[in-house]
T-cell receptor
Framework: AQSVAQPEDQVNVAEGNPLTVKCTYSVSGNPYLFWYVQYPNRGLQFLLKYITGDNLVKGSYGFEAEFNKSQTSFHLKKPSALVSDSALYFC????????????FGAGTTVTVRA | NAGVTQTPKFRVLKTGQSMTLLCAQD?????MYWYRQDPGMGLRLIHY???????AKGEVPDGYNVSRLKKQNFLLGLESAAPSQTSVYFC????????????FGQGTRLTVV
């Protein structure tokens, strides 16, 4: 079975400060990991993914994520948050050796205050 | 380039009524998914398909049926709607390979009264 945990329901940061959204995963094999963002009344938009190779992955809108196999984590980061980054963020995992199910975490609401 | 299109965007049903949600993708993707989104529970997989003519159960399949008669379409059916099925439903698709990201539709907000 595969699963994702996002331990924080909400993250609040001031504009210009670093932003981190946490994600841990569980798969029986090797993981493919994804981050998505959802703005109000919209579908999910893909931000970045980890497939293999460099543990630091760079994605859209200045976001990056660090894969840590020993801690089974894939935390999303942005060095300097913007008010427009306020949204709902989802981490997702797929087992490399499994079927094609894509499992999501419960989501983390990010609020960036001006 | 439409991507993934869901129809309808909003719907109110009475308990016991039936309906079908349509998902269409124009990216020639093999895999398609139906999720429901509920507050505090993230996205839960209802059913998915790995190709035309195939379907498989996800985490929460009870009360739903699906069909994938054409590669570009994935239908989600509710035979007898219940208030517990009030949710936002999202369809997604992805191309071949487990390392590919999914593309999402805009969602269908369903209320069962």
């Amino acid at each position: 079975a595969q699963s994702v945990a996002q331990p924080e329901d909400q993250v609040n940061v001031a504009e210009g400060n670093p932003l981190t959204v946490k994600c841990t995963y569980s798969v029986s094999g090797n993981p493919y990991l994804f981050w998505y963002v959802q703005y109000p009344n919209r579908g999910l938009q893909f931000l970045l993914k980890y497939i293999t190779g460099d543990n630091l992955v760079k994605g859209s809108y200045g976001f990056e994520a660090e894969f840590n196999k020993s801690q089974t984590s894939f935390h999303l980061k942005k060095p300097s948050a913007l008010v427009s980054d306020s949204a709902l963020y989802f981490c997702a995992v797929r087992d490399k050796g499994g079927d094609y199910k894509l499992s999501f975490g419960a989501g983390t609401t990010v609020t960036v205050r001006a | 380039n439409a991507g993934v299109t869901q129809t309808p965007k909003f719907r109110v049903l009475k308990t016991g009524q039936s309906m079908t949600l349509l998902c269409a993708q124009d990216m020639n993707h093999e895999y398609m998914y139906w999720y429901r989104q509920d507050p505090g529970m993230g996205l839960r997989l209802i059913h998915y398909s790995v190709g035309e003519g195939t379907t498989a159960k996800g985490e929460v399949p009870d009360g739903y049926n699906v069909s994938r008669l054409k590669k570009q379409n994935f239908l989600l059916g509710l035979e007898s709607a219940a208030p517990s099925q009030t949710s936002v439903y999202f369809c997604a698709s992805s191309s071949g390979g487990t390392n590919t990201e999914a593309f999402f539709g805009q969602g269908t907000r369903l209320t069962v009264v």
